[in-house]
């Protein structure tokens, strides 16, 4: 399996940012937890050698983390006693695993540092550590996030997180409200490149009257994922395909399977032929480099959208519960 290893360095200004990063800096615990990287870097290790597919989860953790109501954690509480229907319950988060890393290797961060790192931190450090361990680049990330003192109700998800049927448009004007340009909204659903795609995902697509669902697919890919993914409801949660033929490497394997006409997803096969989209899926497809230096500065601004700082927020304990 090629794995292609980047070293991207990006200097960054320091400037504010209103509810998309003030209040986070470079050198955050330097005082109170210097070694907090070190940290969260060893207790991940063990765990990437035995589980390949830890990488690909908190990757995805992280994305439904900070696209609901900000990087804060919220999605790692677990329902209260009132069994709340917390961000768990949403069926777009379908698939979302390994919650328990997070609380685990945050429980080595207490240990050196009580009541000084953030659950939320924590999070996008891990989520940082699986781009670098399956090949991509090794992305320098601000830190001073909070954790959330309340959860949202599983509608907050419901609403936010897009549908697997969100086409082009709808896509670039989720993630331009965040901060990134054209390139930077490409290369985040590079993060496709890691792990799969449950079948109930797929459904609409591979079933539906409308033959524009399939259009510009490969017939032969066709015929493989209708025959993965069989029509009917029983089977869609418990079935899968992989992303793209590297699903535990890093690299830019997802825009080159998308050009040839095995997009999964809807977005994948569309941002080949959108006029907007499908010069910078050739030009990643071509070359990795480029592609891991937009998903840099992508990860970043993404990491950095709507955190609480300072006096916002709490640092939680035990990053399941609230209090």
Known sequence: MRRTIVVVFFMFQCFSFNVKGFGLSYNFYEKSCPQVEDIVRNGLQPIFLTDPTSAPALLRLMFHDCQVQGCDASILVDPGNGNEATEMASSKNLGIRKREIVSMVKSMVEAQCPQQVSCADVLI?????????????????????????????????????????????????IFTNKGMNLEESVAVLGAHT????????????????????????????????????????????????????????????????????????????????????????????????????????????????????????VIRKNCNQLS
């Open 125 to 173: 450090l891990a989520a940082r550590e699986a781009v670098a361990v399956t090949g991509g680049p090794r992305i320098k990330v601000p830190l001073g996030r909070r954790d959330s003192s309340h959860a949202p109700s599983h509608r907050l998800p419901d609403a936010l997180l897009p549908p697997a049927t969100a086409g082009v448009s709808e896509m670039l004007n």
């Open 194 to 313: 890691l792990g799969i795609t449950h079948c109930s995902n797929l459904q609409n697509r591979l079933y539906s009257r409308n033959n524009d669902e399939l259009r510009g697919m490969e017939p032969g890919f066709a015929a493989f994922l209708r025959l993965t993914c069989q029509k009917g409801p029983l089977t869609s949660n418990l079935s899968f395909v992989l992303n793209d033929p590297t699903p535990f490497s890093f690299d830019n394997e997802y825009y080159v399977n998308a050009m040839r006409g095995r997009g999964v997803l809807k977005i994948d096969a569309e941002m080949v032929s959108n006029p907007k989209t499908a010069h910078v899926m050739k030009h990643f497809s071509m070359n990795e480099a480029d592609f891991f230096r937009a998903f840099y500065s992508a990860f970043v601004k993404l990491s950095r959208y709507g955190v609480l700082t300072g006096k916002q927020g």
